[in-house]
């Protein structure tokens, strides 16, 4: 797994710019000829790429113009090559060719070499990509080079589960505070953190520097509790509740509809015994269908 | 919300074909008088819908083709949908507009009537749609006519968490079993179901017909628990594991990475930051950046 303060590796490809970054120095090889000392970052809001090359130009050129916007459909498969590249380098494999990484993503290789693309990570040609550099990429790209706390908001079943959830504390996301209404859960404990009542969000949410919100409550209190961390100012909401929310524009929603996941599969499930039985019909053995 | 048992509505427009069936009498209007008696389920595989009309073809052709397939884009929005019918229905609302389902899911009303299109509904023009046809509509199409029992592969705390939310049993998934291999967790019980030993598992898919498995395991467990749903006979996975699943062509597998939707939101984040911070850096006052 990747720790949020991974430190980016010095073994590096070039960065081919990536909308804030103007570098175009080559990687020469060799340690400490050519390669980029990669990065400073500074503030949270530019990256400063410095090399150490026999050429004299040490200091790359940074720009700063606002971040180039990464499609979302791209957006929403770094984790998952993060994840691969972070198994990878665990296995002590230090470069991947797009193939290998569709093949392990289950993705096809243009798409993986598109979607790194707009990391400005063109791999090398007959070598492919560097594991630790290409996921110091991603990880600068998802803003993955430092903590995020978040706060939950519904400590009931689901609440409770994604405080105890260990995959998001080995991803760099604390949480800061878990909150209900409900005065027979405020006081208790789950993961480690005592349920504070949802009164007490603003405070947490402003000292702790709270930007991200999770919400687990029943469908019916959902949009008031988007309300409370909006005002509170989260500025990004992961909504497990069964509701569209109406959020102000700039504030980000991603959904996570568990039992709309199980329709899709029923749909998978209800098809295959559909063209089972056609087939049957035909007199044509049974077949599965893939999804 | 839609019980899984939900009847068809009797008053329906007509259904346009979709791709089992071709039936292609107009709606009159007036009970008994052209409207189709929605809708009699042959087994799993074909949909037969009787007409009780005034022009004496009372029963609708039936073609015994497979179900023709829809794009799993459309296919990822229509529980969502649903769920908005739903609460429609809740209020009383007998029809809506494909410019109301797209306010209420967020989406445009050309991809609101692209994706109904594949479930053979097109509306009516300047009426819309019947929210509670449309409703059995999609219910019909993701096979939601019946109860799928699922099991639910680890009973740490997702697992538990899982098996307890709500929101399955409600939507007609109801828990046939809860597996591990941890021998302090089988015995227990969670969501009203006793955890079994993972050995049991092939037992209980066969004896009560489950097809769906839900993988709640650790990460290095995964593999192995989704190799015994498959054997077991499971045709669809629910993967909350954080690894790519090996699956035989044939089986549905669905991911939700909890940890990866975090790390998208987080992009938005620190590009909201980056963008203010390059807004404050040219003189102009920051602004949110919408996700």
């Known amino acids: 797994m990747w720790a949020a303060s991974a430190k980016p590796p010095i073994e590096g490809e070039e960065t081919k710019g990536t909308g804030h970054e103007t570098c175009t120095r080559r990687k020469r090889g060799g340690d400490g000829v050519g390669r980029p000392h990669v990065s400073e970052v500074i503030g949270r809001t530019l990256t400063r790429t410095f090399w150490s090359g026999v050429e004299g130009h040490n200091v790359c050129v940074v720009s700063d113009s606002p971040r180039r916007r990464i499609p979302e459909a791209a957006l929403s498969r770094l984790p998952l090559y993060l994840r691969v590249l972070g198994e990878l ?5 230090s470069q991947v060719s797009s193939e290998q990484l569709a093949e392990l993503t289950g993705m096809n290789a243009a798409k ?3 979607d790194l693309s707009y990391l400005g990570s063109y791999g090398t040609r007959g070598v492919g990509y ?3 550099f290409l996921a110091y990429q991603i990880q600068r790209e998802l803003g993955l080079n430092h903590d995020w706390p978040l706060v939950i908001v519904g400590a009931g079943n689901l609440g409770q589960a994604l405080a105890n959830y260990g995959g998001f504390t080995e991803r760099g996301f604390s ?4 909150f209900d209404t409900d005065e027979s859960k405020v006081g208790g404990v789950v993961g480690g953190v005592r349920v504070r ?8 949410v402003q000292s702790k520097n709270v930007s991200i919100g999770v919400l687990a409550t029943p469908g019916e209190a959902a949009q008031t509790a988007a309300n409370r961390l909006v005002r509170a100012g989260v500025g990004s909401i992961l909504n497990f509740a069964p509701v569209v929310l109406s959020v102000p524009r700039g504030v980000s929603v991603r959904k996570v509809d568990l039992a709309g996941e199980l329709q899709i599969l029923s749909y998978y499930e209800q098809r295959r015994a559909s063209n ?3 087939r049957e019909a035909a007199g044509a053995p049974a077949r599965v269908v893939s999804a």
Request: glycine share 8%; proline share 0%.
């Open 130 to 132: 560097d594991v630790n």
């Open 89 to 93: 380098s665990n296995g002590a494999v």
């Open 175 to 178: 949480i800061a505070g878990v």
């Open 197 to 204: 009542h949802l009164d007490d969000l603003s405070q947490v």
């Open 112 to 114: 993986v070499r598109k």
């Open 276 to 278: 089972n039985a056609a």
